[in-house]
């Protein structure tokens, strides 16, 4: 009895013995078939992700924080009647005592309304005598003001080529140079880049306190 059930156990174990042979077999040969990556080809596939995330990015749409370039500055030396800087079509330049406008001289007139907020300084006296002028821009304001690359520029400023009518509205207060912050309409800037004392110029449009 006790010899025909170690027979039986020893059948048994052959058989599980044939079954893992047989499992192990079709293991080795399924992952024979499977292809290992080398290193170019992880490199390549690195590469078509890294192509494709750059052309996801170049679709992107700007935000409006990516319209409003707080450094809208061209060459002066370059530039031409026609071009356009923002909102602004420049309309003549040239420079002190010459025909051609350069880094160290130069007068660019502009045409285009913009709209913009700062401060309102009035001064009647000196050696420029009366003006209504513009100053402290805020940061969307300098945004639309265009700018030489061969100036720094703290913050853009100008004043009112129009006097009387500047003074009708916004001048409220004859006696202080302070006349408090106002949005106004502007047109026909004209940057004054030459090396005497002057300043840039702008016709109001309109003003809205």
Do not use: W
């Not at 031409?80 to 051609?100: Q, S």
């Not at 300098?142 to 009112?160: D, E, G, I, R």
């Amino acid at each position: 009895m006790r010899l025909n059930e170690r027979g039986n156990l020893t059948i048994a174990l052959i058989v599980v013995l044939v079954l893992l042979v047989v499992l192990t077999s079709a293991l080795f040969s399924k992952l024979a078939g499977i292809k290992l990556l080398s290193r170019s080809d992880l490199s390549n596939q690195t590469k078509s992700v890294s192509q494709k995330d750059t052309g996801d990015q170049k679709n992107l749409t700007p935000g409006p924080s990516a319209v409003i370039d707080s450094t809208i500055k061209f060459d002066v030396e370059k530039a031409k009647v026609g071009d356009t800087i923002g909102k602004m079509t420049i309309t003549k330049l040239g420079g002190y005592k010459a025909d051609k406008a350069t880094n160290n001289s130069a007068f660019v007139n502009f045409t285009g309304q913009v709209t913009i907020t700062g401060e309102v300084d009035y001064s009647h006296g000196g050696e420029l005598g009366e003006l209504v002028c513009m100053k402290n821009l805020d940061s969307e304001s300098q945004a639309k003001m265009p700018k030489l690359t061969s100036q720094y520029y703290v913050s853009v400023s100008f004043c009112f080529d129009d006097l009387d009518n500047a003074k009708k509205l916004l001048v409220k207060n004859l006696n202080s140079e302070n006349q408090g912050q106002a949005t106004v309409v502007i047109d026909d800037y004209a940057i004054d880049g030459f090396p005497i004392e002057g300043y840039n110029t702008a016709k109001l449009i309109s003003a809205v306190r």
